[in-house]
């Protein structure tokens, strides 16, 4: 009898463990080809070490802790792997969460992917251009758009607009 609980555990786990994998996301450089492609010394190299983790590994920074989650200030959030412009300032709102959140990204500028992490299924927000991870995107946002771009402050990187001419 006991063998028998024995195998049947083992099993158990097996399948646990097979699940996992499966709901764990796979990168979105392991689905697509981008225009900017390095490897991981390249990336090491020019990122922080919290920049890389939540650029290439599909990390994420503590609630609170992004500089960016305070800036205010007229331009542009661009990628901090490859500086392609994402989003605007014009659609920056305070969503209470913690990230820097945005209602609608610049045209052309991120792509999404199906996430299965942690036993739920989200949207993953990622530079279209090098494959960086940014973030998620979820439909609890204002409108016009009613979505909400929750981005890790840590993959971006904020370009003040020009002071006008006056």
Known sequence: M?????LLAS???LFGFAAFRWLRASPAQAAEKFEIEKTEAEWRAQLTPQQYEILR???TERPGSS??????RKGTFACAGCDLPLFSSETKY???TGWPSFWKPLDNAVGTTSDRTFGMVRTEVHCRRCGGHLGHVFDDGPKPTGLRYCMDGFAL???PAAPSAT
Do not use: C, M, T
């Open 2 to 6: 006991i063998d028998r609980r024995i």
């Open 94 to 96: 305070e969503s209470g």
């Open 67 to 72: 500089p960016l989650l305070k800036e205010h």
């Open 57 to 59: 590994n599909q990390g």
């Open 11 to 13: 099993v158990a786990g």
């Open 157 to 159: 990187v904020f370009h």
